[in-house]
């Protein structure tokens, strides 16, 4: 199968692997970049907080890029939100790891079973922007105090119409696999752009939520993963 990979670039590259060693044909077209806010990073951690809560594998990078002064936050707790999150967590050497079940619901109920309503200092979340509201929305709901700081960005790749255009020359894709809302809008705004239809661009959209599969274009066929994860996403193939 010829697969479009709309992910970030490094993670784009192992998801190429990934699909090659299933059978698959790879086809990276990234459509966001991350700008890392490391100074905003580390003047965080040297606020007081009882653990950490990461809804990303991304801002397990940023925390990478402090090096040698991540050290004495190793053993601080660390709440991830899925698998990946957490193995990039302990590849990083963080050693009192709790890991959601993939959404920022579950991951706000993970704290609250860990720490109960009242965590003897506040929660840090090191967050990316745009995100969903799921795990600020639920521990504000559960009155669990918590510090959102965004050590993240994600920026929209500015591709040329044509883009699309040229990638058809060598046929239609049986399936573009796709990772966040934001990464969904700037896809349908590229067809736009391109005046191209999703059904002639792309038999199937896989994506990890119900929510990105309403943002697409209507004529879009599109499946969720059963959870939202890549190793789910790549079982749709």
Not at 14 to 38: C, D, N
Not at 103 to 124: Q, S, Y
């Amino acid at each position: 199968m010829r697969v479009l990979v709309t992910r970030p670039r490094p993670t784009a590259e192992r998801t190429a692997l990934k699909l090659e060693a299933m059978g698959h044909e790879a086809i990276l077209l990234p459509l966001m970049q991350a700008e890392h806010l490391v100074t905003a990073l580390a003047s965080a951690l040297k606020q007081r907080h009882s653990a950490i809560a990461l809804t990303s594998a991304e801002a397990t990078r940023v925390l990478a890029a402090l090096g040698r002064a991540l050290e004495p936050h190793l053993a601080t707790p660390l709440f991830c939100v899925g698998e990946a999150t957490g193995r990039a967590a302990v590849a990083l050497g963080f050693t009192d790891i709790h890991v959601g079940p993939g959404t920022g619901e579950g991951l706000a109920d993970k704290i609250a079973i860990v720490f109960g309503a009242e965590p003897p200092e506040p929660l840090l979340y090191l967050a990316g922007s745009p995100r969903s509201d799921g795990l600020e929305r639920t521990l504000r709901w559960r009155s669990i105090d918590h510090r959102t700081v965004e050590c993240y960005r994600m920026r929209p790749i500015a591709h040329h119409p044509a883009v699309l255009s040229d990638l058809l020359v060598a046929g239609q894709f049986d399936a573009v696999l796709l990772y966040s809302r934001e990464n969904v809008r700037q896809l349908a705004a590229l067809l736009s752009e391109s005046n191209l239809s999703a059904a002639a661009f792309s038999k199937r959209y896989l994506c990890l939520s119900t929510s990105m599969k309403d943002a697409l274009p209507p004529d879009a066929a599109a499946e969720v993963a059963a959870m939202p994860d890549e190793e789910h996403l790549l079982r749709l193939l």
